[in-house]
């Protein structure tokens, strides 16, 4: 399971710096007046499958070896892997600048719950 482990940590650091980049780079393109692309629109989704992967080895983790100090842990888990859907069901029928402007806050938004979330597990 320490492969486990590792995987689980340093995949949350990706997570971290994946999201950062990718809410900058949407917030740059809001400034420049542009609206939501594919470019973006693809490396939330990639974004979005880190966050799973990164929860699934979460949850072997917590079933089968080393679980949090503080179970508030699995909360910023869970809102990361939620928030995105959420703010696609949102966006969907807005007009595509808003959706990016709520998608690049979204995703530094995410930022901050990995780093909380690295602050409160084992």
Known sequence: ???????HDR???TVILFFVVAGLWGLVEFARGGQLGGNIAGMLIIGQVLVVIQGALGMVL????????DLVHLLYGFTAALVLPFVWSYVRDKAPRQGLLL???VALFIVGLAIRGMT???
Do not use: Q, W
């Open 11 to 13: 995949l949350a650091t």
């Open 103 to 105: 998608y690049s806050l």
């Open 62 to 69: 917590f079933l089968f070896e080393d679980r949090p100090d």
């Open 120 to 122: 409160t597990g084992s």
């Open 1 to 7: 399971m320490n492969v486990v482990s590792l995987f």
